[in-house]
């Protein structure tokens, strides 16, 4: 049989304080202001307070507050025995926590819960009333969250998007107290920008970034944009009027940044992604230079969706736009480019050291190379091995110069990325690309 404890005892309490840290809690009492009016209270009506805890942490979930699991490991251990709390729900929100609660009202061991206008003591029908108020506070603390929901889906039934509004738009309260997305106009047109580089001058992420740097360009809180933050703008369907909440999308009544075919163009530009850029093979991109600012080529994989929803690759060469940003120096295909230099073979300049080395290889390897140039030209050229042990520079005919560079033409029009690559090394002449237009320099 439990034995209670019996009010005309000696109480000793634990004065138990909370705030949520949720903003639906932000106008309650502050945990300063419920000491001090419990401190105030137990003075008046001289009640033993043994300790005091505090805690910032929301009681909708069983369990999880750390400071109350202290306060209740306290009556159990019988360090006090009652609990002085401003109100029913600074002790629960939840079943759990308040099934706890009167369970060590039961055993015994929890004699007294006083707040700062009720009692609650050991007996059926003040743990009833109790029970009533912590579920009451339950009951209101769900509306509430069902209430916020059903605002929200009803916020995005009428076109306006709920959080804070991408960089390129800004919040606007107005004066019903809605709530509205309108245009920045300090940051909207450099956000445009964004989209129009990637989509139509094939800017790279790290571009955009450093141009972005060299205009100072700042958020709304002032620091510079990250790299992250950039893709995750270019990829964002608010910027054309759409945009998804939960697991459903919805039209915008805002004003678009950008048309969706914009988007879309960009979207294909971000297939592949930056990381993988760098680990292509782009032969071309030793040999050239911008023929318009002088700067360097670089190279990137495009991908184009057709009618019949075939997506084809094929790969750009274009300035890197690294020494002057807005160079007009338009892209050219890879497939463009080696048509170009085969035009140049009679008069480029070729390592033959190094071209001879390489072939010598390849005449050991690959026996298709037998039928198109080995036939041909191994009875005139008289191969030798390259690597005598002799030191001497090597001689070589017109026969074996010309032969070498059919075997560039062949890798050129044949060869893998990697094959390229390599071959091109033995290129020493050096062209400059103007007007999608390869000159030899």
């Known amino acids: ?250 039209k915008g009544t805002y004003e678009p940044l950008i048309t969706k075919p914009l988007f879309e163009k960009v979207q294909i530009q971000l297939q592949v992604a930056p990381r993988q850029w760098n680990k292509q093979l782009f032969p071309f991109k030793k040999i050239c230079i911008c023929g318009s600012c002088g700067g360097s080529v670089t190279a990137e994989i495009k991908y184009r969706r057709t009618k019949a929803n075939i997506v084809n690759s094929h790969i750009y060469y274009h300035c890197n736009r690294i020494r002057k940003y807005d160079c007009p120096e338009p892209y050219i295909t890879e497939q463009e480019l080696i048509k170009q230099l085969i035009s140049h073979l009679p008069k480029i300049k070729l390592s033959t050291s190094y071209l001879m080395q390489e072939f010598e290889v390849e005449v050991k390897r690959l026996q298709h190379l037998k039928a198109t140039v080995i036939d041909e030209y191994i009875p005139r050229a008289e191969i030798t091995p390259h690597n005598t042990g002799d030191q001497s520079p090597r001689i070589y005919t017109q026969t074996q110069k010309d032969m070498l560079k059919e075997y560039l033409l062949h890798v050129l029009q044949f060869g893998t990325p990697e094959e390229r690559v390599k071959i091109l090394k033995g290129v020493t002449s050096k062209f400059n690309l103007s007007d999608r237009q390869l000159n030899l320099q």
């Open 1 to 250: 049989m439990k034995k209670h404890i019996q009010l005309d005892q000696n109480i000793a309490y634990c004065l138990y304080v909370r705030k949520s840290s949720e903003s639906d809690e932000r106008q309650a009492m502050s945990i300063d202001g419920q000491l001090k009016e419990m401190q105030l209270l137990a003075k008046r009506e001289k009640l033993n307070i043994t300790e005091t805890i505090t805690e910032s942490h929301s009681a909708k979930e069983s369990g999880q507050r750390p400071e109350f699991n202290k306060l209740l490991l306290g009556v159990t251990e019988g360090r006090y025995n009652s609990i002085l709390t401003w109100a029913p729900d600074r002790l629960s929100r939840n079943a759990g926590d308040l099934g706890r609660i009167v369970d060590l009202m039961d055993q015994g061991k929890l004699a007294h819960i006083k707040t700062y206008s009720q009692s609650f003591s050991d007996n059926p029908n003040e743990k009833f009333l109790l029970m009533i108020l912590c579920s009451q506070a339950k009951l209101e603390n769900d509306n509430r969250g069902v209430n916020v929901k059903r605002g929200l889906r009803n916020k995005c039934e009428i076109g306006i998007r709920p959080g804070v509004a991408p960089i390129g738009y800004r919040n606007v309260l107005k004066e019903n107290r809605i709530s509205t997305v309108e245009l920045d106009p300090e940051r909207a047109p450099v956000i445009k920008q964004i989209f129009n580089k990637v989509a139509y001058q094939g800017f790279s992420g790290r571009m955009i970034k450093k141009w972005l740097d060299d205009i100072s360009f700042t958020t709304k809180n002032g620091y510079k944009m990250a790299l992250s933050k950039i893709y995750v703008a270019l990829e964002n369907p608010f910027y054309y009027g759409e945009f998804r909440y939960g697991d459903k999308w919805y």
